[in-house]
Structure formats: structure tokens, C-alpha cells
């Protein structure tokens, strides 16, 4: 039963975050093992967002680490559990917590040695910025530890990077780049600390080529605002990394944008109406719900739990008051076409928003 909800949840999850995002792009998923200890370790810039794309484009059973106070409600905590998640706890959950690690770590450690999947963010927070932050030493801890437990398993490091044009927009775009696996067993050492430091180097070198990564923090508005200046793919880190390379040798673009007519958009504004109006009371509950976020990394999170909850519950609702008043295939089809036309609620974002 539990597999058939994890499998049904996960299809639903898939469907609803391709009605989200306007294209998701996967690249590098021959190098995800097919069997064996697999660690996957990814940047860390759009909270429950990065985890729910992962778990939907891994095919192998994968569990994951998340932040602690995802966790604080118990039913939340239950849901969580049975899509294999489990919280980890930092400095601003308590220091009283923190003890809980432990617990975690070694059940981390445990589910590698059964030779299963296991995703860390080792950047220990999430970000909007476009680079890779120094990563914790959390994750070298469980791998040198699963290899000291059993000095034969074949354990291997899979870094994945996402790459979002907007992070907190419906309808943007993003990609997950899955970079060549690192073999854990050769960075062992009797020094653990220069065994993790090497480690993580290795790990951070090898993300840092999988996303866009503005090296310096200082320059970090600057670098991102002539970046930006010269229309980046921000779903090809290859290539956003290059110009970022190149950006001394770049001159200005010269050239003006082209942008709609006042009167198309006030056609394309005519057009929606209806497709507004239909969805007006659930757009009223996001607008509230959105007003008491305070994180606003949190604000795609949020905002896609809401478009695959309230949203459906609503058109449901409106289906059988039609099916009551006119025909059962009526009220299948105004369904279908409230899901259908769903993404044209969005508005074309242009550029980013950092």
C-alpha cells in the first residue's frame, strides 16, 4: 500500500509540476547508477521545489534530507515520511536539537550501506543567487562512514545542478544537469578532515559546472546584471559560465528589446478574462496565503502545493455543481478544460529575478 501511494503521489507531483513550470529539461541521467550506493548532492536554491523535481526525474527509490522545520506539524511530518523524507536540524532549530543528527546521519549511513539512494542539499541553507555556496561537511561524514562500516561498497557521489530562469514565477522554465559520478572509495583517508576537505572540493568543483556560478559574492549584482544584459540561457550552465568567463571582453549590447504593443497586451488581458474570473476565488486564497510568507525562497514552494491542492479541490467542486444542473459529460468537460487552461494564468517573465 505504502509503495502504491509513494508511486501515485510521485505520477501526481510529475503532472502537476509540468503544468508549473513552461519546460523542464533533464540532462546527464545516464550517469545515475542503476544499482549499488548512490549519494546525490545538488545545489540548494528553491526549497521544497528542487527536492520535488529530483524525486520525480530519479527513478530509483531515493530518500531525502530536508530542513527541520518543514517538519513541525504532524501530519506534515507523516506525508513527509511516506515520500522518504527526514529533517535535519540546524543551530536556529535549538541547540537541543542538534542532538537529533546523530540519529539521522546514521540512518543516512544505513540506507547507503543497504545500497539505496540517498539526497543531501550539503549547502545547508537555500538561496536565490545564481552560485554554488560553500558546502557543509555533513554529507563526508555519512560516505566515510558507510565505507568504514563496509570497505567494499560501491559508492558512488552523483552531483546534480538546477538551474531555474526564475525561481519564484509559475511558468518559468528549469533544467537538472546530472553530472558524472565521483567514486567515494578514493578519497579515503586515515585524516578525516583532509579526506572531507578533499572530498568536498572535488564534489563543489564538479557542481559548479552544472549550474551558474558567480565565483566572487562581492561582484556577485554586478556580475549578474552585465550577465544579464546579453540574454544568458540560464538552463545551459555551460554555456551561462562561459560568457560569465568572458564577461571583460563583452561590450554592451546595442540593440533595443523588442516588447508587445499596448494594444496586444490589452487583447492577450481580453482573452484571459474568463480563464481569471473562473479562477477567482482560489487566486483570492493564494493572494492571502502569499501575503504571510516571509521567506521568499518559500514563495514557488508554496505557491505550487497550492496550484496541485486548492486548485483541483476547486474545479472539482465546480464540475459537480455543473454535472447537478447539466449533463455529467458537462461537468467532465469544463474539468478538463479549467486543468487544460490553467497555464494560461501565467504572465511572460522577462530576464530573472534576482
Known sequence: MHKLFYQSLKQYVNFGLHLFFRKIKVVGKENI?????????????????????????????????ARADVFKRPIVKKMLALIYMMPIYRITDGRQSMSKNDEILDKCKQILLNEEGLMIFPEGNHNLQRRLRP????????????????????????????NYTHHQYYRGSVSLYFGKPIN?????????????????????NRLKTLITHVENAADYIEQITRLEAGNP????????????????DQKEPSGSKSSNTGLFSALIKILKAPIWFNNLLPLTIWSWIKAKIKDPVMIASIK???GITVFPIFYLLQAIIVTHFLDGWVGLAYFIFSIISFPILSNPRKGSDN
Not at 561524514?141 to 552531483?159: E, G, H, Q
Not at 567515494?184 to 564534489?203: C, H, I, P, Q, R
Not at 540561457?233 to 571583460?248: H, S
Open 33 to 65: 547508477p542503476n544499482n549499488g550506493a548512490v549519494l546525490f548532492v545538488a545545489n540548494h536554491q528553491n526549497a521544497l521545489i528542487d527536492a520535488l523535481l529530483l524525486v520525480t526525474q530519479i527513478q530509483r527509490k531515493t530518500h531525502f534530507v
Open 135 to 162: 558546502l557543509s561537511k555533513g554529507f563526508t561524514r555519512i560516505v566515510f562512514s558507510a565505507l568504514a562500516d563496509n570497505p567494499k561498497l560501491n559508492l558512488k557521489i552523483v552531483p546534480v545542478g538546477l
Open 184 to 204: 567515494a572509495a578514493d578519497y579515503v583517508d586515515d585524516d578525516f578532515n583532509k579526506a572531507s576537505l578533499t572530498l568536498k572540493e572535488a564534489t563543489a
Open 233 to 248: 540561457d540560464y538552463l545551459n550552465p555551460l554555456e551561462t559560465n562561459l560568457k560569465l568567463k568572458n564577461l571583460g
Open 304 to 306: 505550487f502545493c497550492v
